[in-house]
């Protein structure tokens, strides 16, 4: 038998691994498990792996993580499967495969099994917390789980560790126990101050703002975050006619960071876009100089952005 479990939902992707491994420890003990480091093995050493008959149990299990990253390797799948023993089941764990490639072309023609965890965004994200929650002996209200999200971000294994230690305190997660028990994460919060400047709602994103400062996060360093978020949105906005997988390709950008700029991106025209570029870039030069303090200039700024998007409306700040 052999499996292939894809993709960035680590957190789903993972417990069906552990699922899968728990299911054959059982009937076969876990010496008859065999994981290989893929990264630096010579495709002999995963054959070898794979063509093993087992000892003192029925079968064998060979779990191959992330074989992509091994060119070597990744050329000689064919070869691979094709030599696998009928005593061995193999696991192939990857994160995000290229569909036209050939590797992928190959994996997905050949094993038995083919699962793939897709990242989830926006409501559904929203829900799953709400499940994850449920599951986990709490309950958590939709609007609560959205400001989980907005604090921690959108990365379901970390949203899954946050939830664990909010139970252990109280099973019922309120506002004040998130506030309290969590940090905000510096990209998170970037991402959400644009979201919020995107609304008009300045005042918000001057929050979040100094959130973070008051969490030791200096000036430069919260713009140096603006603007590498505005550049990987500004890649988006040019580009949004295609999938965001290709996009993530062609730029090498993480397609979860694509996917979630692509709900912005629509909104904004390319004029726009390189207004916002222009504003940062300015702000950005004007404390470097030294002629305004930069808590000032970044709350100027947030105002000239939300301007830029909504240029009939007044901000709120």
Not at 27 to 43: F, L, R, Y
Not at 147 to 162: A, C, K, P, T
Not at 190 to 217: K, P
Request: hydrophobic residues 45%.
């Amino acid at each position: 038998m052999t499996y292939l479990y894809y993709g960035e939902n680590t957190q789903e992707r993972d417990a069906a691994v552990k699922a899968l491994l728990g299911s054959f420890i059982a009937v076969n003990g876990d010496m008859a498990v065999d994981v290989i480091d893929t990264e630096m093995a010579e495709p002999a050493d995963a054959i070898d792996a794979v063509t093993t008959v087992p000892f003192l149990s029925p079968k064998r299990l060979v779990v191959l993580r992330y074989v992509s990253s091994n060119k070597e390797l990744a050329l000689a799948i064919e070869t691979l499967l094709n030599r696998i023993a009928d005593t061995t089941d193999v696991l192939f764990i990857e994160s995000h495969l290229d569909a036209r490639s050939v590797f992928a072309k190959t994996l997905k023609k050949q094993v038995n099994e083919v699962k793939h965890f897709e990242s989830i965004e926006g409501p559904q994200l929203q829900g799953w917390v709400v499940q994850e929650a449920a599951k986990l002996g709490g309950t958590i209200a939709p609007r609560d789980a959205q400001l989980l999200l907005d604090r921690v971000g959108h990365n379901q294994q970390l949203i899954h560790n946050e939830l664990v230690k909010l139970i252990l305190v109280d099973t019922t997660i309120s506002t004040d126990l998130i506030r309290e028990m969590t940090h905000v994460t510096p990209s998170s919060s970037v991402f959400a101050m644009l979201d919020a400047i995107m609304q008009g709602n300045v005042g918000g994103a001057s929050r979040m703002y100094y959130e973070q400062r008051a969490q030791g996060m200096e000036p430069q360093a919260i713009l140096g975050m603006i603007i590498w978020q505005l550049h990987s949105l500004a890649i988006t906005v040019v580009s949004r006619q295609l999938p965001a997988d290709d996009i993530a390709k062609k730029t090498k950008l993480n397609p979860f960071v694509i996917r979630k700029n692509m709900t912005i991106a629509k909104k904004i025209s390319k004029k726009q876009m390189v207004a916002l570029l222009d504003a940062v870039i300015a702000t950005d030069t004007t404390i470097k100089t030294g002629k305004a303090k930069a808590d000032s200039a970044i709350h100027a700024l947030f105002i000239e952005l939300a301007s830029i998007i909504n240029p009939t409306q007044s901000a709120v700040s």
